[in-house]
């Protein structure tokens, strides 16, 4: 079956600290990836999303870069934020397939002034 | 505005005593899916519907119920709640058109707890 595994957390930083938190998966078929963000006290937001091999997804800031050869799909920051603290989870889902997304267990990011 | 609709957002009750929690979109999605979330176990699945009248269990589907009547709308039913399933409950929607490769769209969440 399909897997996504996560760094665990909680990550740590001080403000405008380089982030990455790294993603990995196992899927059949071709899937689409995806990271998505959780604030304090809010559901799940696409942060980002790639879908075919080599595809870089971006957005607020942060990237991500879908590596087929290494089954890979970590999200990285060049200069976090406060406002960045939350928790981020990777995902994929096999368009055509089950369809049925999986997620990773999510990890918490901590960001200080 | 496309959005998720869930309520209640905050509910205390008793073991035994039937609630549902109610599931609307406004996106016109297939898909609709129910997740509760729990501290170290991420996001786990309990049911989801691919279109009108078809649902399937996901990982956690005991002591839960669903059903998908209109295409806008999925409720989660705990007809005899027990605290084991107190926890944060998303639910979600999103399209089936695998061209587009459509990302899930998430409640604010329900937070649920079982005395």
């Known amino acids: 079956g399909n897997s996504v595994t996560q760094m665990e957390g909680p990550v740590t930083l001080s403000e405008e600290a380089f982030l990455t938190i790294n993603c990995t998966y196992t899927?059949?078929?071709?899937?689409?990836l995806f990271w998505y963000v959780q604030y304090p006290g809010e559901g799940l937001q696409l942060l980002l999303k790639?879908?075919?091999?080599?595809d870089k997804g971006s957005n607020k800031g942060f990237e991500a870069t879908y590596r087929k050869e290494t089954t890979s799909f970590h999200l990285e920051k060049g200069s976090v934020q406060v406002s960045d603290s939350a928790v981020y989870f990777c995902a994929l889902s096999v368009p055509g397939g089950s369809y049925i997304p999986t997620f990773g267990r999510g990890t918490s990011l901590i960001v200080h002034p | 505005e496309a959005q998720v609709t869930q309520n209640p957002r905050y509910l205390i009750t008793v073991t035994g005593k039937k609630l549902t929690v109610t599931c609307s979109q406004n996106m016109n999605h297939e898909y609709m899916s129910w997740y509760r979330q729990d501290p170290g176990l991420g996001l786990r699945q309990i049911y989801y519907s691919m279109n009108v009248e078809v649902t399937d269990k996901g990982d956690v589907p005991e002591g839960y119920k669903v059903s998908r009547k209109e295409k806008r709308n999925f409720p989660l039913i705990l007809e005899s709640p027990s605290p084991n399933q107190t926890s944060l409950y998303f639910c979600?929607?999103?399209?089936?058109?695998?061209?587009?490769?459509?990302?899930?769209?998430f409640g604010d969440g329900t937070r649920l707890s079982i005395l």
């Open positions: 790639a879908t075919k091999a080599d």
């Open positions: 899927a059949t078929g071709y899937p689409s």
């Open positions: 979600a929607s999103s399209s089936l058109r695998t061209e587009s490769n459509q990302p899930q769209h």
